[in-house]
């Protein structure tokens, strides 16, 4: 993910736990399902649904406590969608807005998977293949690998 400069919920979630493993920091990966209202309609055509399951982000043992921290969408994308960007100060959980700036419905947490010390890849996968069958290798190149957030994002903030 870092070669590539780019990555989703998960990837940045276990980087962000292995960087903080890294310097003596207990850390690991929580996961949860989330209905992402303000998917974009390519998006949700591309997936057949706005439930997001194993949302990844990173919980960080810190004073003695476990912490949240969601590193997920970066400034740019917020402001281009009009989300509020996530500010973490390391006392408290930063995990997505259930509102965008606007009022309306973003995020929201329907199911907590648990945290992990390390990413439980074979369940994730298997859960993805019943639950997303359009993505898998037998989906005629896959659709996920057509897709493109970012530039949908610039699509709908042009309309």
């Known amino acids: 993910m870092l070669a590539l400069?780019?990555?989703?919920?998960?990837?940045?979630?276990?980087?962000?736990?292995?960087?903080?493993?890294?310097?003596?920091?207990?850390?690991?990966?929580?996961?949860?399902?989330?209905?992402n209202?303000?998917?974009?309609?390519?998006?949700?055509?591309?997936?057949?649904?706005?439930l997001f399951v194993y949302h990844g982000y990173a919980e960080l043992l810190l004073e003695g406590r476990w912490v949240k921290a969601t590193p997920a969408f970066n400034l740019q994308?917020?402001?281009r969608f009009g989300l509020l960007p996530l500010e973490w100060d390391g006392t408290a959980d930063s995990i997505y807005h259930?509102?965008?700036?606007?009022?309306?419905?973003?995020?929201?947490?329907?199911?907590?998977?648990?945290?992990?010390?390390?990413?439980?890849?074979?369940?994730?996968?298997?859960?993805f293949a019943a639950l997303y069958p359009m993505w898998g290798p037998n989906a005629g190149g896959g659709a996920?690998?057509?897709?493109?957030?970012?530039?949908?994002?610039a699509r709908e903030v042009q309309r």
Do not use: S, W
Not at 41 to 48: A, F, N, S, T
């Open 144 to 153: 996920l690998a057509q897709a493109d957030f970012m530039a949908d994002v």
């Open 37 to 50: 209202h303000l998917t974009t309609p390519r998006l949700r055509e591309k997936m057949g649904t706005d």
């Open 5 to 35: 400069g780019e990555g989703f919920c998960v990837g940045k979630a276990a980087l962000l736990a292995a960087c903080a493993r890294a310097v003596g920091i207990p850390a690991r990966i929580g996961l949860a399902d989330v209905k």
């Open 77 to 79: 994308l917020c402001e």
């Open 98 to 127: 259930p509102y965008d700036r606007a009022g309306n419905r973003h995020m929201e947490y329907v199911h907590q998977r648990g945290t992990f010390d390390d990413l439980p890849l074979t369940q994730m996968l298997a859960d």
